[in-house]
């Protein structure tokens, strides 16, 4: 990915859509949006990672580095395969237009999903059934496990239990025990599968709408992956484990500009001696599998790779961490060898976000990576700022702002005067656009030199604080956000589309 197109982009979640069964999803909602950025001048569509969500209902912490979210699959599409009937979506709860009642939406979705799995296997003659046998049969090497973990957690897991509670033969993965559960746990490992051949289904579907349109996915790939997960369950030699299967070290990051104790996030951190022995062959199949989902991959918090923040498990917060060394550019050479273009390179965008030495952007400049460069972290007063567009070199990726940031009107209202002073002067504008900036910081975005621009569908907008997705080491009330589309006019596809034209962003 060494040379960039210079294309645009908008960065919004699935869940985060319109639609009438409590968040958005892959029905008619997320094809509409894809029509919108066309008429919009966009060419990227950048969502954050497509598996479960996990505790706090964040998407970076699924039960599995494979598996896409039940939660996104249309139920409405169910419907027209004959496994939901009339009245099974005649009566919806009264969910909020402008957030995510995860608690509600899953026992809604997983109720009607179970019941449309029933109706599914108990048919006698289904046409489908030779596409769902031909779907587990291409993703068994990690749907097989996934599905008996899914189940096993329903039948052991609960009020917070990890598997490492689990009886201690399952726990630790006896041949016997295993095959046991299997049989004993047959239907509930047939509608695991199936949940994920309906999203792998409709995904596929709504990936081939867009690309036809000449919009690309982006997608996300965290670098860790949950303590109670399929992943950690079934690959326990590849991850710093103590004899009973807990973490003995955690991930996170020291303190930084989003929180002075750092950030304990709880990840289980690699191994990464057995990853190199066995040729890192578990990095390719995770890249794989998102690279068959995601036209580009953004690998978060990609410095890990260099070195990472270990913290004890016992550890409160991120405080008493310390550094250690990553594997460097050796996983990145096992993806480009089965993974690469004709010349070797990889779709990937580094997020190089926080804490970055010189180590870690020569890491990045070797593997041939785009960096990514967030305005709001630009105004400090220091023309140096390499968040700055004057910085920029063109393999880069700009962003007013994350899922972790503010969204920017949020952000322009919590500066100090000073600050704003700096902004407005950088900008070359008075204090009577104050209404209208985030319009100048997305244009400032397209205007630059970066390859990439993505905004986030929030300061299209003009959202204030209210709307941001993602409030790090905050525990509740996170990725909630959605919109509704009477808050989009012409103005928004027309704006985007002539600074589209008029940068260079447009798709030739």
Request: some cysteine.
């Amino acid at each position: 990915m060494n040379s960039l197109p210079r294309h645009n982009g908008i960065l919004l979640h699935p869940t985060s859509l319109p639609g009438p069964h409590g968040s958005g999803d892959l029905g008619p909602a997320a094809y509409h949006f894809v029509d919108w950025l066309v008429g919009a001048g966009q060419s990227l569509w950048q969502v954050l990672p497509l598996g479960s969500v996990g505790p706090g209902n964040s998407p970076y912490i699924s039960p599995s580095a494979f598996a896409g979210s039940e939660l996104l699959i249309d139920l409405g599409q169910l419907h027209d395969a004959g496994w939901l009937s009339d009245a099974d979506l005649k009566s919806v709860p009264d969910f909020p237009a402008d957030r995510v009642d995860y608690d509600a939406v899953r026992r809604f979705r997983m109720t009607h999903l179970r019941r449309a799995a029933k109706r599914f296997f108990g048919g006698r003659k289904v046409p489908q059934r030779p596409a769902f046998e031909a779907f587990c049969a291409d993703a068994h090497a990690w749907l097989d496990d996934y599905a008996l973990f899914m189940a096993l957690d329903m039948a052991h897991g609960g009020d917070g239990r990890m598997w490492q509670d689990w009886p201690a033969a399952l726990a630790h993965r006896q041949p016997d025990a295993l095959r046991e559960a299997r049989d004993r746990q047959g239907d509930e490992i047939s509608f695991w599968k199936f949940c994920q051949w309906r999203f792998h289904e409709q995904w596929t579907a709504l990936k081939h709408y867009a690309n036809a349109r000449r919009i690309e996915i982006v997608g996300d790939l965290p670098i860790f992956v949950a303590a109670h997960s399929a992943d950690v369950w079934s690959n326990p030699a590849l991850f710093d484990l103590d004899p009973h299967g807990r973490p003995r070290v955690v991930a996170g990051v020291p303190p930084d500009y989003f929180s002075a104790t750092g950030q304990r996030w709880g990840n289980p951190l690699y191994r990464w001696s057995t990853h190199a022995a066995e040729g890192y062959r578990w990095w390719v199949e995770r890249m794989r599998q998102t690279m068959k989902l995601c036209d580009v991959v953004r690998i978060d918090h990609f410095r890990g790779f260099e070195s990472f923040w270990e913290i004890p498990a016992e550890a409160e917060t991120a405080i008493d961490g310390q550094w250690r060394p990553g594997p460097g550019e050796a996983v990145f050479d096992a993806m480009r060898r089965e993974l690469g273009d004709a010349q070797g390179r990889l779709r990937i965008i580094a997020e190089d976000l926080g804490i970055i030495t010189p180590e870690v952007n020569a890491l990045r400049q070797a593997i041939g990576l785009p960096g990514m460069r967030i305005l709001q972290f630009a105004f400090d007063g220091d023309a140096k700022n390499p968040y700055l567009p004057h910085n920029y070199d063109a393999s880069t990726v700009v962003y007013t702002g994350t899922h972790d940031n503010d969204t920017t009107r949020g952000w322009w209202e919590s500066l100090a005067n000073p600050e704003k002073d700096y902004v407005r002067a950088y900008l070359g504008v008075d204090d009577a656009v104050e209404e209208d900036l985030h319009w100048h910081l997305i244009r400032l975005a397209c205007a630059s030199v970066a390859s990439l621009c993505v905004i986030p569908m929030q300061d299209v907008l003009g959202l204030d604080s209210g709307h941001r997705m993602n409030e790090p080491s905050r525990s509740e009330g996170s990725w909630e956000w959605r919109f509704t589309w009477k808050q989009v006019d012409a103005g928004h596809a027309r704006r985007l589309a002539e600074l589209a034209r008029l940068y260079g962003r447009r798709r030739g």
